[in-house]
C-alpha cells in the first residue's frame, strides 16, 4: 500500500504525522489485540454476498463465515463497522445473540461449540458507510464522465469498515467467494477468478468471483464502474485489466509493464503465487493498492510516481512506480503476510526491496544500488520501525524505506550474491502463504546463514538511531574503529578503505585498530552497501 502519498503536499503532511503519532497504541485494544474470542477459532472461508446500490451510496447483504473451534466456547469476537447495521446473524434456521462492543460484535451461541469442529453462520448487515481512511475505506464515486465508480481500499481502518469479518491480520480464510449485485450497466471486478455473472431480472446483476488462496481481509475489494475489459497472457498466467473506457489505449502502453515485473518477481523469489485466481490490474480513483490478484492502478499513465521522479535520481522515471511496487506486494503482504500490524515492513519494506531488485534486475546493479540508496533521503530515524504488537499500531514510514535499506544492508554483511539471492528465495518459498512475524525471519536467516544476526535485525528494526561506525586516527598509519549501537553485541561486518580495494573488518563496541596507510581524508567506508552513520574523529 502507500499510505503516505498523493502530491507533495500530503507528503509533507504524513511525514510529519508520522513522525508525532504512529506508534501510539490504538486505544480500541479489542481490535489490536489477539484474545480469547478470536484465537479460540479458525477461519476456513468466507462468501461475501452484496447487493451495492450506488445511487442511495449503501450496501448489504451477508458474510457467510465458516470457522473451525480450536478450543470449547460459546463466543466468538467479529467486527463491523458501528456506521453498519447488523441485521441479524444466524446459524442455520437459528438465530444467535450478539452484543456490539466498539466495532467488535461478540457472537454468543446457544449451546458449546466443540473444540475441531466446523461451523457456519451468516451474518447479515445492511447501511451507508462513510468514507473513513486515506483511501476512503469504501467510497462511492463518479469517473471523470460522470458514471458511477465505487472502491474499496481499507488497509488503514480495516475491512470491517465496509463488510462484516474477523478483523485482524493473525488468522485468513483458506479460500473465499465474491458475489456482488450492481446495476447492470456496471461491473464489479474483485479478488480472484471470475466465476460467472448473473442477471438478477431486477436491473441488478450479479457478479461471482473465487479466490483459491488464503487472503488478507483488507485486500478483498470491490471495484464497480463502467470498466472495459483487455487482456494479455505472460507465459500461462492471464493477464487481466479494467479501465474506463476513454483510457484502454493509455491502457495497453502503460500496462505492458506488467509481464517485465512478473519477470523480475519470478526470477528472483519464484512464479507469481496466486495462478489460479490469475493476475489483475484494475483503474481505481487513487494512486494504487495491492489487492491481491486485483492490484489497483490511479497513477496517471505515467512513468514514475504520480508523474514525478519519487527517488530522484533519474531511476524511477523508466518505469511505472504502482504497477512495480502494488505488484511487488503479491509476493511480500499477499504471499508472505505479517501477523500483527507492528510488523507491516514485511510487507512495505521487502516490497520497497523488491523495487530495488526490480531495478537491478532491468537496468543492472550500479542503477539498482543507485536507487536504493537514494531512498536514504525519505528515512527519518526517529521511531523502530517495528511498532507496539497487539494494539493495531501503524509503524512509521520508515518501515518502506529504512526497511529496503536494512535488506540491502543485510545483503552486504552476508557478502556472496548467490548465497543471498538463494536465502530470500528460499525465504520467500518456505513462508508463502503464511503469516509471520519478524522473529520468524530472524529465526530463517541465523539458520540458513549459520550466523548470528540477530544484533544486526534487532539494531535496524527494534531502535530508532542508525549504528555509528567510529573511526579515531589519532595514531600515523593505523586507525581505530568500534561501533556505537544501542545493541551491545551488534558486531556487523562493514568493508572500509578505498573502494575498488575494500577490506572488510568486524567492529565491535570495544576498540580494535588496524594499520592504513590511508589518511584521515583518503579513508573511505562502503556507506552504499551498508546504512550507517560514520564518525572520524582525530
Ligand atoms: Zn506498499
Known amino acids: 500500500m502507500h499510505k503516505f502519498i498523493t502530491g507533495i503536499i500530503f507528503l509533507f503532511t504524513a511525514l ?4 508525532q503519532t504512529p506508534s501510539k497504541p490504538d486505544p480500541d485494544e479489542l481490535s489490536g489485540e489477539y484474545g480469547r474470542y478470536r484465537a479460540n477459532n479458525d477461519l476456513i472461508y468466507y462468501h461475501l454476498d452484496i447487493r451495492v446500490d450506488p445511487d442511495k451510496k449503501h450496501i448489504g447483504g451477508k458474510t457467510t463465515i465458516r470457522f473451525k473451534m480450536l478450543s470449547d466456547d460459546n463466543r466468538i469476537q467479529l467486527e463491523l463497522t458501528q456506521a453498519l447495521k447488523v441485521d441479524k446473524i444466524v446459524m442455520g434456521a437459528a438465530e444467535l445473540k450478539y452484543q456490539r462492543d466498539k466495532r467488535a460484535v461478540f457472537v454468543d451461541f446457544p449451546s458449546m461449540l466443540k473444540a475441531g469442529k466446523t461451523y457456519d453462520i451468516d451474518f447479515f448487515y445492511s447501511g451507508n458507510p462513510p468514507e473513513t481512511g486515506r483511501f476512503g475505506g469504501i467510497t462511492f464515486k463518479k469517473d471523470p464522465a460522470g458514471r458511477h465508480w465505487v472502491n474499496t481500499a481499507c488497509e488503514g481502518p480495516g475491512a470491517s469498515v465496509w463488510w462484516p469479518n474477523k478483523d485482524q491480520w493473525r488468522d485468513e480464510v483458506e479460500s473465499m467467494r465474491i458475489s456482488v449485485a450492481v446495476p447492470n450497466n456496471l461491473t464489479d471486478v474483485s479478488n480472484g477468478k471470475f466465476a460467472g455473472k448473473t442477471d438478477l431480472g431486477d436491473g441488478y446483476t450479479r457478479w461471482d468471483w473465487d479466490v483459491h488462496y488464503p487472503i488478507n481481509n483488507y485486500n478483498v475489494s470491490l471495484n464497480i464502474g463502467a470498466y472495459q475489459h483487455f487482456s494479455d497472457k505472460y507465459g ?4 487481466d485489466y479494467y479501465v474506463l473506457p476513454e483510457n484502454v489505449e493509455k491502457a495497453k502502453k502503460q500496462f505492458s509493464q506488467a509481464p517485465g515485473m512478473h519477470k523480475a518477481f519470478e526470477h528472483y523469489f519464484g512464479e507469481y503465487p496466486f495462478k489460479k485466481d ?15 490478484s486485483a492490484v489497483t492502478y490511479g497513477n496517471r499513465w ?3 510516481y504520480l508523474e514525478r521522479d519519487w527517488t530522484g535520481v533519474g531511476i524511477s522515471t523508466k518505469f511505472d512506480f504502482i504497477i512495480i511496487h502494488e505488484s511487488g506486494h503479491e509476493w511480500f503482504g499477499n504471499a508472505v503476510s505479517a501477523a500483527d500490524t507492528s510488523d507491516m515492513w514485511i510487507h512495505e519494506g521487502w516490497t520497497t526491496y523488491l523495487e530495488c531488485l526490480y531495478v537491478e534486475f532491468h537496468y543492472g546493479k550500479a542503477d539498482g544500488l543507485k536507487y536504493t540508496n537514494a531512498y536514504k533521503s525519505k528515512v527519518q530515524n526517529k521511531l523502530p520501525i517495528i511498532a507496539q504488537r497487539g494494539v493495531d499500531a501503524t509503524p512509521p514510514q520508515d518501515q518502506y524505506f529504512k526497511g529496503a535499506l536494512f535488506l540491502n544492508t543485510l545483503r552486504s554483511v552476508i557478502d556472496d550474491d548467490k548465497k543471498w539471492f538463494s536465502l530470500i528465495r528460499g525465504f520467500y518459498q518456505k513462508h508463502k502463504y503464511r503469516n509471520i512475524m519478524t522473529e ?11 550466523r548470528n544476526l540477530t544484533p544486526v535485525f534487532d539494531q535496524y528494526l527494534r531502535h530508532p538511531a542508525l549504528p555509528v561506525l567510529e573511526l579515531k586516527f589519532d595514531t600515523p598509519g593505523s586507525v581505530s574503529y568500534r561501533w556505537q549501537a544501542n545493541e551491545k553485541a551488534f558486531n556487523m561486518p562493514v568493508k572500509v578503505g578505498s573502494s575498488g580495494s575494500w577490506q572488510t573488518i568486524q567492529p565491535t563496541g570495544e576498540w580494535q585498530t588496524m594499520k592504513t596507510g590511508l589518511s584521515k581524508d583518503q579513508f573511505e567506508v562502503a556507506t552504499d552497501l551498508y546504512y550507517i552513520e560514520v564518525k572520524k574523529n582525530n
Open 16 to 19: 510529519s504525522l508520522s513522525a
Open 236 to 239: 500461462d498466467l492471464p493477464l
Open 278 to 292: 490469475g493476475y489483475k490490474l484494475i483503474e481505481a480513483p487513487y494512486s494504487g493498492m495491492e489487492h491481491q
Open 302 to 304: 505515467a512513468n514514475g
Open 440 to 450: 520468524d525471519m530472524v529465526a530463517y536467516f541465523n539458520r540458513e546463514s549459520g
